[in-house]
Each structure stands twice: as structure tokens, then as C-alpha cells.
């Protein structure tokens, strides 16, 4: 990464690990709410989001102990791409989400936009796989 980014790698890292570790703890809260955008094909949709919530706790606070923190980063990329298809189906099939906050039926826009968001945040991860993150 830039040189002008350099000073923001530490405070950015100490947002995302938490937000991974909050994200993965609502997949326990609120199940049902993710288990909606769970593609059709797949089987056990309870399950999966249990165990992605899981993966993302467990990447979110991978990331917060140094030792732990490159192979956390590789995981939260590799934790990315399998939700992907998630966020595919969300944008293509219309899915209306029920229980969520503001009526459940995003804008075309943030259904579209959770797409490009996630090579942002396999960017970001990316930027902690060196041996000095």
C-alpha cells in the first residue's frame, strides 16, 4: 500500500476486527435475517449462517493477535469470496428481507452496491497478509 496510507494500516485494522467479530455475533442474534439471502442451491441455510458468523468472529479477533493476524487476514479474503454468492443472489433474485430494519427491501443500489463493497474489504484484508501487519 502507499506510504500516505501507512499511518492509517493500525487505527483501519482496529475497525475492521471488531466489525467482523459484531457482524459474525449478529448472525447468532438475527439468523433468520441472513438465512433469507442464503442462495436456494445451498443447502442448510441455518447453518451456513451460523457457520459464517462463526468464521467471522473468529477472523475478526484473528486479526486483533499479531501471531494470529496474517492467516486471519488470508481468511477473512478467503471468508469474502464464499459469502460472494450471498450477496449475488441478494442483488439478482429481489429477495425481500423480512425482520430487517427500514422495511427490508433495499434500494437497487445497495443491493448492487454490497458487490463492489466486497473487493474493498478483500483489499483491505489483503493489506494485512504481510509478515509485518
Do not use: C
Not at 49 to 56: C, F, H, I, N, T
Not at 83 to 101: E, Q
Not at 109 to 133: F, H, K, M, N
Amino acid at each position: 500500500m502507499s506510504r500516505r496510507l501507512a499511518p492509517l494500516k493500525r487505527p483501519l485494522l482496529y475497525l475492521m476486527a471488531p466489525a467482523y467479530v459484531v457482524a459474525g455475533l449478529l448472525h447468532f442474534v438475527v439468523p433468520g435475517l441472513y438465512a433469507q439471502i442464503i442462495p436456494p442451491m445451498l443447502p442448510a441455510p441455518l447453518a451456513l449462517v451460523y457457520l459464517s458468523g462463526l468464521a467471522e468472529v473468529a477472523v475478526g479477533l484473528g486479526l486483533l493477535w499479531p501471531p494470529t493476524r496474517r492467516y486471519a487476514a488470508w481468511a477473512t479474503i478467503a471468508l469474502l469470496l464464499a459469502v460472494f454468492p450471498a450477496n449475488v443472489y441478494m442483488a439478482t433474485s429481489g429477495v425481500v428481507v423480512s425482520g430487517m430494519p427500514g422495511g427490508g427491501d433495499p434500494s437497487p443500489l445497495v443491493r448492487w452496491g454490497r458487490l463492489p463493497l466486497q473487493v474493498v474489504l478483500i483489499l483491505w484484508a489483503y493489506w494485512y497478509t504481510d509478515a509485518e501487519s
